[in-house]
């Protein structure tokens, strides 16, 4: 199995040229009176998986979605009252509500817009008013028009999975963003107009929450390999569960919350018949499958000539268990080898 993991650098950048100066003798001046937009940049690691389907080497205009949330002694605050959307002027209302980026079209870099939804206007950072930005990626695990459900510890999203897509959360690292700033800027003041003129850039790092099987198929000997064909590979996982973007429980971690009340169901891996070879057949689609159990039931079909039983028919039935692999970058082998 091997995990892939993307790194999605959202840059809310500041252009200098708005609200600072330069004197004789190169001394940069900012000037802490002017309105400060939230302005976003992107970039992407290269030779990456980012979905179900296969290699994705660049963004290619999916659909991101951000959030910032006025952070108060440390929390970030949730607004619950639907009348309460983005007001620059109201210290309780969001400063970004589920607004819609569409990432970069080619490329492992370029820049993103986050627009007022309706407008082409940019957000603004409210002053002596301090923010931390999340954002998600949920494929067409949520319909069309995503839409969280935000209470006041929590903001979440229903999501159901086949198999192909991918789902990812993001958050981001104050001290590492505050490291960067072109003056000394207190972690309290991170993310705020006062950080973000001195360069202070909140980095969105977006992380999968689905797990990623990738199988090889390997004929025992040479007459299996000349007359056994696999019909089918699938996966049994739970398919619905709830996306936790934001969270102040501690009860409640970020990630993926798998549907308690549903039983596996099965996700096809391959639904067509494929030939073997003693050297390994890679299976080269990973399936993305929700996380909640430790073990895994993995069902795979397959025919062979001169075989009479079962109309031909070979169905071969094993678990991966989750406690004996550790989970890491690189490939590991389970213990059960169909």
């Not at 789902?167 to 972690?187: F, R």
């Not at 099987?213 to 709830?242: D, I, M, W």
Request: with cysteine; charged share 20%.
């Amino acid at each position: 199995m091997k995990k892939y993991v993307l790194y999605l650098i959202v840059a809310a950048a500041v252009v200098l040229s708005w609200n600072a100066c330069q004197k004789s003798g190169g001394e940069v001046v900012v000037d802490d009176s002017v309105r400060t937009p939230v302005l976003f940049g992107s970039s992407i690691q290269s030779t990456v998986s980012t979905k179900g389907a296969g290699a994705l080497d660049a963004w290619g205009g999916q659909n991101l979605y951000i959030y910032g949330l006025r952070r108060v002694d440390g929390q970030y605050v949730i607004p619950t009252d639907p009348s309460v959307d983005y007001d620059e002027d109201e210290p309780n209302a969001y400063l970004i509500k589920n607004v819609k980026a569409t990432a970069p079209t080619e490329g492992l870099t370029g820049s993103i817009e986050v627009h007022r939804p309706g407008t082409t206007e940019y957000f603004y950072y409210r002053e002596s008013t301090y923010y931390d930005f999340y954002g998600y990626y949920v494929d067409n695990a949520a319909g069309t028009n995503p839409a969280p459900t935000a209470t006041s510890s929590t903001i979440s999203l229903d999501v159901t999975i086949d198999g192909s897509q991918d789902v990812m959360i993001a958050t981001t690292d104050k001290t590492a963003d505050a490291s960067h700033a072109t003056s000394t800027v207190d972690l309290d003041r991170v993310y705020g107009a006062y950080a973000a003129r001195r360069q202070v850039k909140p980095n969105l790092i977006f992380d999968h929450q689905l797990s990623s099987f990738k199988f090889t198929l390997v004929a025992g000997n040479a007459q299996t390999e000349t007359n056994v064909t696999v019909q089918s590979l699938k996966v049994y996982s739970k398919s619905k569960g709830q996306l936790i973007i934001a969270s102040n429980d501690a009860e409640t971690p970020r990630g993926i919350i798998p549907d308690a009340s549903q039983e596996p169901v099965e996700m096809n891996v391959i639904s067509s018949p494929m030939s073997i070879s003693q050297a390994g057949t890679p299976i080269v689609k990973p399936i993305m499958v929700m996380p909640g159990a430790s073990v895994y039931k993995v069902e795979l079909v397959m025919t062979q000539t001169g075989y009479s039983q079962g109309d031909g028919f070979v169905t071969t039935k094993t678990e991966i268990d989750f406690s004996k692999i550790q989970s890491s970058s690189t490939e590991v082998q389970p213990d059960n080898k169909a």
